[in-house]
């Protein structure tokens, strides 16, 4: 071929790859002057804890953008390359992620959890003006609900021992607070929270477990820590809890006991030396733990929020300047409904006019620890003010051992210990606890007085190796 006909074909070569190029140009990247119409789906409303929501655009399967005859510019609406560019967002939320379908997009909004506990936020999502490829007026709004307020209950106040170092206070809730960190919670007094447990289910509800770390009190004077929940908590709110630290101890010299009264049911007497009065059911049976042990069982019951009191007089009086107080306790578990709420208490009272003072009591409150209170109250309550509750002691279907030691002289508990008799595990030891100065004691032990709830059938429970005695147990 002559150079001058190779010439002559390169004009028409070039025409037809520009013809080509244009051609076959994307219409769903650079549409000719129009775009794809979409209207907004239905608006979203997601909880406060969540952070992200999804706002979710219509449009038809398919569009035609070049208007040929023969259909060739038919497209998909998943051929669409839009991105976050092509939408807008306000309240302060970001597009994180566009996804084409086969007749929708969706857009995936992120914000923070709300903040708020009253207050709902909106974003509201549109396809943006600015877009080349979409188009429509419609707007979806996402609600994110004011946050649940979680209120967490504290199971009870504590008391520790001035050699203790460590602690947990611990919180009840109904929903689920997994995520729960230190900063969920504020500490006055010194301590330092280490960490946090979150355990429960729905049914049964949820508890977080706080863990605190101070020091040992050498000081003669007591220590408190509070824990509550921080005002910043975006998680929760509730109540307070507060761990006493006693003061270091003083020194006792006990001698052996010249009074005492006792009862550990190894004989056919149901009440040893005491004698027993007052509305009761009592029968001597072998131990729910061991049954080659004998027990002492006593139980109330009944209807209409009634109580049962048992009265216990010892045969001699035991006074004196210290008194010993020590016996074993089967708690047991409430039957019947929550209205059964207690209390049931164990009181050791003087011989105070009036049925006497109570100088310390023990308390089982439903589904809490058992607890501790000094000092003198009413039988018609309120029970529980100022109760501290011991720690380790939820189970109620078990043995617990106490023994407390009185100082009249002093106005003061000298010590009081819990231990977990299967294990012989002392779970808990304080020291001077003060006796109200208002108080006019007299230096005996005159009864030891049970106090039972009858309401949604009562509560059974154990008593054994029963000792007060004016000095140590012979």
Request: charged content about 15%; proline content about 4%.
């Amino acid at each position: 071929m002559r150079k001058e006909h190779v010439l002559w074909l390169l004009p028409l070569l070039t025409a037809v790859l520009l013809i080509g190029f244009i051609g076959c140009e994307d219409p769903a990247v650079t549409p000719k002057g129009s775009k794809v119409a979409f209207t907004a789906g239905d608006n979203v409303t997601v909880a406060g804890e969540r952070m992200s929501g999804v706002a979710i655009f219509k449009g038809d399967t398919h569009y035609d953008l070049s208007s040929k005859p023969d259909n060739s510019g038919i497209n998909l609406i998943s051929d669409l390359k839009v991105t976050a560019a092509d939408f807008t967002v306000t309240g302060g939320g970001v597009i994180s992620v566009v996804y084409v379908g086969y007749d929708e997009i969706k857009v995936t909004v992120t914000f923070t959890a709300n903040p708020s506990f009253t207050e709902s936020r909106n974003f509201v999502v549109k396809i943006a003006g600015s877009s080349a490829i979409i188009k429509g007026e419609d707007a979806v709004t996402i609600t994110q609900v004011a946050k649940i307020k979680i209120a967490l209950t504290p199971d009870s106040d504590l008391m520790i021992a001035a050699t203790t170092s460590t602690a947990t206070a611990r919180f009840r809730g109904p929903d689920d607070f997994n995520g729960l960190t230190s900063s969920d919670f504020s500490l006055t007094g010194g301590a330092t929270i280490t960490g946090v447990t979150v355990t429960g289910d729905i049914a049964t509800g949820y508890t977080a477990d706080v863990a605190l770390t101070f020091g040992v009190n050498n000081d003669d004077v007591v220590k408190t820590y509070v824990v509550g929940i921080a005002p910043a908590s975006a998680m929760i709110a509730g109540n307070a809890l507060t761990i006493t630290q006693s003061r270091k101890a003083t020194n006792i010299t006990l001698t052996p006991a010249t009074s005492t009264v006792s009862q550990d049911f190894e004989t056919t007497s149901i009440t040893g030396s005491w004698s027993i009065s007052g509305t009761h059911n009592q029968s001597r049976v072998a131990d729910p733990v061991n049954p080659a042990n004998y027990v002492g069982r006593y139980s109330a019951s009944g209807t209409g929020n009634r109580q049962s009191t048992i009265t216990f007089t010892p045969s001699g009086t035991v006074s004196g300047d210290k008194i010993v107080i020590e016996f074993d306790w089967y708690p047991g578990t409430y039957n019947g409904g929550s209205n059964n709420s207690g209390p049931l208490f164990i009181a050791f009272t003087d011989t105070g006019s009036g049925g006497g003072n109570k100088v310390i009591t023990f308390l089982n409150e439903h589904e809490s620890t058992l607890k501790f209170r000094i000092g003198n109250f009413s039988n018609s309550g309120p029970f529980f003010d100022g109760a501290v509750g011991i720690p380790g002691t939820l189970d109620k279907g078990k043995w617990y051992k106490f023994r407390a030691v009185i100082d009249f002289t002093a106005k003061r508990i000298n010590r009081l210990f819990v231990w977990d008799k299967a294990t012989d595990t002392q779970l808990f030891m304080v020291n001077d606890l003060d006796l109200p100065a208002n108080v006019n004691y007299t230096q005996a032990v005159r009864s030891m007085l049970l106090y039972l709830n009858r309401t949604d059938g009562g509560n059974t429970f154990y008593l054994d190796n029963v000792f007060v005695g004016n000095g140590e147990r012979p």
